[in-house]
């Protein structure tokens, strides 16, 4: 990672309004409401039927960029994804809130040591099995989730995660969140919305449930409780900014300094005592007040080319917090339209690739809080090791992923 600790801030890294805002819940997900409009019953995956219908179209056509190898490819890409956790449903799948396969006497004794020697060993840990970024915040209880589909999360005074028929309960004393980022192939990113752009989205899935489930045995083999959330139990975005990880973006995603958004985020919920991260300041958020890319080439519309609101644009967001609301809904829908989901906004972001001479052409200032956050970000890429040093006429090309084990 960056080092973060220059960038670091004690200044709200939100505004909230206490009295509009409430915890979000998963049933008023695009993925849901979609679902729900096109099937009549209340589900996170019945939108997939009509994305389906229409990429069977694409194969029997031979679409170029969607024809049945490129649809192959992705579905491969996403087998471990659909093994560990689909994405992720609270206790399901791997996504268990109790050990797997550690032994009971590992589970029952906490391991002594400081929180220090704790955070650096789950901080290295995480890496080896396959983190790119690795962030400690304390659970807010308003990023997580009110609701799943059905029942409600409950914080409440209790010695162990449970389901219960009526609620999913988390024990107050799991407090921590370790947010972990996995960066996206780029190269496969920047074909969207062809399939290959939705294989770089499953790749990280799958990346992303192999490491939550392994980082949360990891945590219970040394005698702690540990929750491993994929897109489930807490929204990722938030913890992520906490963690210091980076900074929210007009799309509505994480703009992190190494990987720009073209990251996917897992989060495991523990009571180890760790260290915590702060929130960082790079002049980031600033930047897309005055870009307007992933707006611009949206095909669905659904990103606002306007000002942060406090209000929400459709049934999806959650009103109360000031940020660029986007139009889930219409965003899902081109998926199912293009017959394979999209990540158009992550392509074209500047933060993608690091800053290029042509930038400066749709940009309209560059007085933000260090100058051109853009620059700041690829001078630190490029002295930390994650992008070439590039002429200028040239755009910077990314490093191999250094990773150590998973």
Partial sequence: MIPREQYTTDKPVYELKEKQYNRFPVFKQAFVTVSEEDTGERSYMGF?????????????????????ADYALNFGANTINLILGEYGFPNSHFLKWSPLFVPEVLTQRPAETDREKLTGLVKSTAELYGADLVGVTGLDEKWVYSHDLFK???????????????????????????????????ELIEKSPKVAGGTAVNLGYSRMGILAVSLAEFIRSMGYLAIPCMNDTALSVPLAIDAGLGELGRHGLLITPEFGSNVRLCKVLTNMPLLHDQ???????????????????????????????????????NPGIRKWHVKSSDCLHFWQQNGVDCANCIAVCPF???FHWSQCVECVRCDTTYGCSLHLATHLREKYGFIKEARWWERSVQTPLPRKGL
Avoid: W
């Fill in 48 to 68: 997939l039927a009509k994305m389906q219908e229409n990429a069977v179209k694409n194969m029997m056509c031979d679409v170029s960029g969607r024809t049945i």
């Fill in 152 to 186: 409600p999360f409950l914080l409440a005074d209790t010695d162990k995660p449970q389901e219960t028929e009526d609620a999913f309960v988390i024990p107050k004393s799991m407090n921590t969140a370790i947010v972990l980022a996995v960066a996206m192939n780029t």
């Fill in 279 to 317: 929130p960082i300041d790079m002049g980031i958020t600033e930047f897309c007040a005055q870009c307007l890319l992933c707006a611009q080439h949206c095909p669905a519309n659904a990103i606002t080319s306007g000002k942060a609101s406090f209000e929400g644009v459709c049934q999806n967001n």
């Fill in 352 to 354: 993608t690739y690091g």
